[in-house]
Each structure stands twice: as structure tokens, then as C-alpha cells.
């Protein structure tokens, strides 16, 4: 299958959204030549252009985008070609009001905005892979494309009859039988047992709580049906042009997506990612995003949009100060980018995201962010040849799962406080503080790469999950896991004791008595460590006596021979563990604060073998080593100092450094040894 090096060919792709329809022609070539200053190698094209492209049933208006392709060829601007289905022209919904979908009260969403369509229609997904076919006959020997992107951030949900009809065929190939579902449901609680396919509903508007398992298995739907939607357009552009990839871009960390099954079919892994500049775990939201792109691709992996400045959707929207573009689009091509994007190239004069920024904002090409642009494609050009292609090792990989997320963020759970994306972010996060780079990988992938497993929270975790952390424990590997995990089965049904038995026997946990959720800013003591860890006491400065901790806590009894690394001091708890370890399995019934779960974790990754790329280095400063190189990313705005033995030549500045590297405000470094 085609590839994004297929692509890319040895460069790192730089460009944005380019939505030239909004704009008379002739600021077509005033484009192409600010473009070209600054450095632009690609552009996505055609978005948002179906009522362009065609404006009433049937018509089609091609020739503005064949001016356009060739335009961008002659001045030497690749291009990855859109396809339009993620805004339908109004006349499909005023035609074909079923094409709409609908929110769980029945609302009808309408044309107006966009991602205005039911997956499960069946006229919307004639109409998309019409226009679809049309677009790839036309462009597929067209040598200005080089990849191509279908509809855009798919993120529609539907309750509507038609999602219901497409929920009940999904339901019968995953059951079979009435019984089955009933089953799986769990429908004998308050007496909603089915008697008929017909009487099966996605989880609409009801008067209390609703069935747990329907609404799980409504996401996994829902996610389903979406995909169904891609895999249609895919195969439509495959068969025109089987020699190019093909992607589609998620939104970052969103739970309407099961990521794992999507990345395996695209051709090309991209996402969306906007970081507030005002928020100082920006940057380790981005590593976050980007760890997870990348382990989703196995191998590089597309930026695909994000902002040269301010959005237009946050309460408050504040550019980017000086230099944290550049940064920031450095982080990512350090954690695997090959191909760097925004959202747009030219900033809008009307619609809805008039005050988003661009490439080219409203002050032109004098304007400051237009200068950073032009610096950043000269840069990228000088990297491409050294990176591209190449990849970014890890000995640690952050276990993460959409059934999981799904499953453990409904409604009557223990509290509201312990979500999984905050505690997928919590986990990451302090492995990233502590320059531990990592992937992130799903519990029943092939994990015989890494040393140290971290389950940050698996609330549900399949038989072939838990066999597989007891499998690489068994053969060497470490693992580290937090609490509410392997809570229930894949039907949301609670595991006997609690939590699965095996892992209550891996982690030396008798009984798991009682779950004591934690209030907002609430903590618990702990102290101890009772236990060893051999040398690498002196990673965390002595001995870690004590902590505070958040969230969670929980009444365990240890089995006999297990180590409670800490104890809960004072309240209902005080004496039982906080902290379990037996052998290579860690089991924290708590979340520790940040420094200390910082602490831990370097530790415990130090005993296993893992290091962090550099040892010592000063705040706010990122290291991760793509390939041959390392990358040293300043997140502040004092100069820093940074210990590098030997002599290396940074690609950035084409100079030599010795032993150590000054960055200044927002700074970074690209060093080959």
C-alpha cells in the first residue's frame, strides 16, 4: 500500500488549507507567489467545496479547480485533494431532509454550518461517493496530486431512524439473537428485557439513567458507521489512483473515534492540534497528540492542521506569543511529523472563522506571523533531507483504549472526577516531565517491544487484554497500573471481585473491599516505601517518603508476600496500602500529585532500564531523539543551558556545538553528532 514517503519523497510537506473559492482569481496568483516565499511544498484543496463544486443536483463545475491544480503544478505547489463530504450543499439537506441528522431529542440539525449529514443515510452516502467518483476520474492523472484527504475531522453523531435501522443490523451481526442482546445488555435490570429487533433504540432522551452497555455499544456504532463513510470515499480514490496515499484527519484525543481501528485504514495517520498558548501544559498536550499519531501510523505521521496564531472558539483567543509557532511545529516533527499543515493558508475575510489565523493573516505579508511562516518553511526545508522517514524509539508504551473510554465515562460511576482522558494526560504527562519519550499502544496490540507498560486507566479490559500485560510481565517486562482497571468485561458487566481476578493475582490484592473516590481538591496522605529499588533510590534524591494523593483511594487487602510500597496515613484508610508491588507489577490505588508520580515512574523505569534521553535537564526543556538526531525544545522564556556531551552541529544554525547548547526564549536546536 502506498505510504506517506510516497508523498512527502524525502521532504517534510509544509502548507495548509488553501480555499481559494473564497476569493476572487487573480488573488490566485498572488498566492502561489507568497507561497512560494515561504517555502510551501503542499496544500489541501477542496475541504469544504461541494456546493462549488456542485451547485445544484447533478451540475458539475470543475474548471475553477482545474485552473486552480494546474496553477499550483506550474509554480511547483504539490497538492492533497479533499473530498467535499463534510459540508453538503444546502440543497442536499432541503431535498433530502433524511440526509440530516439528528440529536437524541429528536432535533433536526441543518444546513447552515457543517458536518451536517447522517453517516447511516443512505441518499447522503449516494450523493458523497457520486461527487467522490466524479473528482477522482477527473484529477487522478493530474501530476500536482500527491495524496489525498477524505472529509474532514468526521465527528457527526445521529439518533435519528435511519442510525436506528443501521444500529439494529450492527446489533444482530454482533449478537445474533434477541437473547443475546438481552444478555449482553444486562436488559433484566429494571425490566427492559426486547421482544422484538423493532422495539431497539439508540440511546435517545430518557427519563433517568440510561442502559450503560446500549450506550456502549451505540458509540462503537456510531464509530463503525462513520468509518463506513470513509472506507466508501477511500475505495472510490484507490481505484483511480491506487499509487497514492490516503487519509483523513482526526480531531486530537476525541472519543467519538475509535483511533486504533481507523489508523488501520488509512494509508496516512493525521490529526488537528490546537494547544492554547496561554496553557502552560500546552506543550505536553502536544506530546501527547503527537505520541499518539505516531504510535497510530507506526512510523511518521501528518500534522494536519493547527493554528499560526489565535483560533476563534475559546472564550478568550490569544495568538501565539513570538517564536511558539516555530516551536511548537518543531515539537512536532521531533515526535514524528513528516508532513506539517494549518487551518488555513489565507485567513478569511467572512464566515464563521473570519478571526481564526492563518498563514496569511489580515495584516498581509508583513505582518509578524506571515515573517514566522516564512522561517519555519526554510527550516523545514533544511530538515526534511536529515528526518524525514525516520523514526522515534520508545521503551515505554501508555496503554490506551477507546471500548475502555467509553465504557469507564458514563454516568453512575463512582465520581466524575477520574475521566479517561484526564488520566491518560496525568500518566503521559509526567513521563514527558520526566523526558521519558513513549508510544502509546492498545492492550491487546504486540507489545514485546517495551520495557515498561504503563495502564494509566483500562476501566474495561478484554480476556485477551489481561492475558497479554500477564504475558510480558511473565517474560521480563514491567508493569505499572492505575486503579479502575479491568473493572468490567466488553459487555460493561463487573468482573467478579471488582476488578479481573488475574490481575488482583498479579498485583497481590486479596480483596478489593471498598472504592473511596476522593472529593475536588481532596487528598489523601501516603507514606512508606518500604521496598527497594536498588540504586535508583538516588533517582528520586534519597528515599520518597511520602506524597499526596488525589482522585481515587481504595480499601485493599494485600495477599500474603505482597509489598505495600505505601500506605494511606489517617482517615477510613489509614495502615492499607496505597501502593502495591510484587515483583515487576506496580498496582497505585491512588493518583499521586504530579511530582511524585514524576518520581515514581522515573524510578521504576530507571529499574527496568529506561533512561531519559538526557539526563539533568533544566525546566521547561523537551529532548527526543528522531533518528540520529536529538531535538532540545524550550518551552520558556529565559535562556537556559543545556548539557550535551561531545561535539554536535546543529541543522538549524549550520554551527558546531561543544558540550553544551544555549536556547533562548521559545528556543530550539536540531543536533546531529
Not at 473528482?135 to 484527504?149: D, F, N, S
Not at 520558556?636 to 544554525?653: E, I, M, N, W, Y
Amino acid at each position: 500500500m502506498p505510504a506517506l514517503s510516497d508523498a512527502t519523497r524525502g521532504r517534510i510537506l509544509f502548507g495548509g488549507d488553501h480555499n481559494p473559492e473564497q476569493w476572487p482569481e487573480e488573488t490566485w496568483h498572488e498566492d502561489v507567489r507568497l507561497m512560494k516565499d515561504a517555502g510551501v511544498t503542499s496544500v489541501t484543496v477542496g475541504v469544504f467545496s461541494w456546493s462549488r463544486l456542485e451547485p445544484r443536483p447533478g451540475a458539475r463545475e470543475f474548471g475553477w479547480l482545474d485552473r486552480l491544480l494546474d496553477l499550483l503544478h506550474d509554480n511547483g505547489v504539490a497538492v492533497v485533494l479533499a473530498t467535499p463530504t463534510a459540508a453538503p450543499p444546502p440543497w442536499l439537506g432541503r431535498l433530502h431532509p433524511e440526509t440530516l441528522p439528528r440529536d437524541e431529542d429528536g432535533h433536526v440539525e441543518r444546513w447552515g454550518g457543517r458536518q451536517h449529514f447522517a453517516p447511516s443515510s443512505a441518499v447522503y452516502r449516494r450523493h458523497a461517493a457520486a461527487i467522490t467518483e466524479d473528482l477522482a476520474a477527473r484529477y487522478a492523472a493530474h501530476p500536482a496530486l500527491v495524496m489525498w484527504h477524505i472529509n474532514n475531522e468526521y465527528c457527526t453523531y445521529d439518533w435519528g431512524d435511519e442510525a436506528a435501522a443501521g444500529f439494529r443490523r450492527w446489533l444482530r451481526d454482533r449478537y445474533g439473537t434477541l437473547d443475546g442482546l438481552n444478555a449482553a445488555w444486562g436488559t433484566a435490570f429494571w425490566g427492559q428485557e426486547h421482544d422484538s429487533w423493532e422495539g431497539v433504540l439508540p440511546p435517545r432522551r430518557v427519563h433517568y439513567l440510561k442502559n450503560p452497555a446500549q450506550v456502549l455499544d451505540f458509540r462503537r456504532f456510531s464509530s463503525d458507521a462513520l468509518l463506513a463513510c470513509f472506507t466508501a470515499e477511500r475505495d472510490i480514490v484507490r481505484r483511480h489512483t491506487p499509487h497514492l496515499p490516503v487519509t483523513t484527519n482526526f480531531m486530537p484525543l476525541w472519543s467519538g473515534q475509535d483511533g486504533w481501528r481507523w489508523a488501520a485504514e488509512e494509508d496516512v495517520v493525521s490529526v488537528d492540534l490546537y494547544p492554547d498558548p496561554r496553557d502552560p501544559d500546552g506543550p505536553r498536550h502536544g506530546a501527547l497528540v503527537q505520541d499518539l499519531a505516531r504510535s497510530q501510523a507506526g512510523g511518521p505521521w501528518m500534522l494536519m492542521e493547527q493554528a499560526a496564531g489565535a483560533v476563534d472558539w475559546r472564550p478568550v483567543n490569544h495568538p501565539k506569543p513570538r517564536g511558539l509557532n516555530r516551536l511548537w511545529t518543531l515539537q512536532a516533527v521531533a515526535r514524528g511529523a513528516d508532513a506539517v499543515h494549518y487551518f488555513q493558508w489565507r485567513q478569511s475575510r467572512q464566515g464563521a472563522e473570519k478571526f481564526h489565523s492563518a498563514m496569511l493573516g489580515h495584516a498581509g505579508e508583513e505582518g509578524r506571523g506571515f515573517g514566522e511562516v516564512r522561517r519555519i518553511g526554510a527550516e523545514l526545508a533544511l530538515l526534511g533531507p536529515e528526518v524525514s522517514g525516520s523514526g522515534v524509539r520508545a521503551d515505554i508504551a501508555v496503554l490506551h483504549d477507546w471500548d475502555a473510554w467509553w465504557a469507564g465515562d458514563q454516568d453512575g460511576r463512582p465520581t466524575n472526577g477520574t475521566g479517561h482522558a484526564e488520566l491518560l494526560s496525568a500518566w503521559h504527562g509526567a513521563l514527558w516531565e520526566a523526558g521519558l519519550t513513549t508510544d502509546l499502544a492498545h492492550p491487546e496490540s504486540d507489545l514485546s517491544a517495551y520495557r515498561v507498560l504503563v495502564v494509566p486507566r483500562l476501566h474495561l479490559l478484554t480476556d485477551t487484554a489481561a492475558d497479554n500485560l500477564l504475558a510480558r510481565v511473565a517474560a521480563g517486562a514491567t508493569l505499572v497500573c492505575g486503579f479502575r482497571t479491568g473493572v468490567v468485561d466488553p459487555d460493561d458487566r463487573v468482573r467478579p471481585g471488582g476488578m479481573d481476578a488475574r490481575l488482583r493475582d498479579l498485583f497481590g490484592i486479596r480483596v478489593l473491599h471498598e472504592l473511596w473516590p476522593l472529593e475536588a481538591g481532596e487528598s489523601v496522605e501516603c507514606d512508606g516505601w518500604e521496598g527497594e529499588l536498588g540504586s535508583n533510590r538516588t533517582a528520586l534524591g534519597g528515599q520518597l517518603r511520602v506524597f499526596r494523593g488525589t482522585l481515587w483511594s481504595e480499601e485493599i487487602e494485600a495477599a500474603p508476600g505482597t509489598e505495600a510500597a505505601f500506605r494511606y496515613r489517617g482517615g477510613e484508610l489509614d495502615g492499607l496500602p496505597a501502593v502495591l508491588r510484587r515483583d515487576r507489577a506496580w498496582y497505585f490505588s491512588t493518583l499521586p500529585e504530579p511530582g511524585a508520580l514524576k518520581a515514581l515512574l522515573t524510578a521504576i523505569a530507571a529499574d527496568a532500564g529506561v533512561r531519559p534521553v538526557l539526563d539533568g535537564l533544566p525546566a521547561g526543556v523537551e529532548a527526543v531523539r528522531r533518528g540520529d538526531l536529538l531535538f532540545l525544545l524550550h518551552h520558556g522564556r529565559s535562556t537556559v543551558t543545556v548539557d550535551v556531551p561531545g561535539g554536535h552541529r546543529d541543522l538549524l544554525t549550520g554551527e558546531t556545538v561543544t558540550d553544551r547548547v544555549t536556547l533562548g526564549r521559545y528556543g530550539a536546536a536540531v543536533l546531529r553528532p
